[in-house]
């Protein structure tokens, strides 16, 4: 009884580890590839006043995942932005985007960000919305923030579907 007391805790110290070994190396991918030539478009911008950012609640999401949480931060000037995101995927070697269903639309507003504030929002990855079903691999989600009354830029946000 004692040896297969000891045969299962032994085996459940090695899955424990075997899992743990297999986030860490998921985590290190997805470093590398958020520092790649891959990745075209920041996460961040700062530039003279502007200092803006988005983050994701998360980096790794179950296949199963509805929405991603994401969060625009500004410790620089107002910025200004709109309901409109979009998703891309990367296969083959880049980004392709992931096209909304033709019946979709974004509600059109602008929202102002003042300066040490945050604006969360979420990006549906939904069957309804999306006309393609998602899969295992590399997403990233983009946003347009105007940073002047003339001037735009794009952040994304990198995140795994396992």
């Known amino acids: 009884m004692m040896k297969k007391g000891i045969t ?58 509805k929405k991603i949480e994401l969060l625009l931060k500004n410790n620089g000037e107002q910025v200004e932005f709109g309901t409109p995101y979009e998703i ?30 945050s604006y969360p929002f979420s990006a549906s990855l939904e069957k309804d919305i999306l006309k393609y079903k998602i899969k ?4 990233r989600v983009i946003k347009e923030i105007y940073i002047t009354k003339d001037k735009k830029i794009k952040l994304a946000s990198i995140f795994q579907i396992q």
Not at 13 to 41: D, M, P, Q, W
Not at 136 to 139: A, L, N, R, T
Request: aromatic share 14%; net charge positive; proline share 3%.
């Open 136 to 139: 295992p691999g590399f997403y």
């Open 8 to 65: 299962l805790l032994l085996l459940i110290v090695l899955f424990i580890s075997a899992c743990g070994n297999e986030v860490k190396n998921n985590y290190k991918t997805l470093k590398t590839f958020n520092h790649s030539k891959h990745n075209n478009i920041p996460s961040s911008f700062k530039e003279g006043n502007v200092d803006v950012e988005m983050q994701l609640k998360k980096v790794f999401y179950d296949v199963k995942t």
């Open 88 to 117: 891309e995927t990367f296969q083959d070697g880049s980004w392709r985007k992931v096209p909304f269903k033709e019946n979709i639309g974004f509600t059109a507003i602008g929202i102002m960000l003042k300066k040490g504030k």
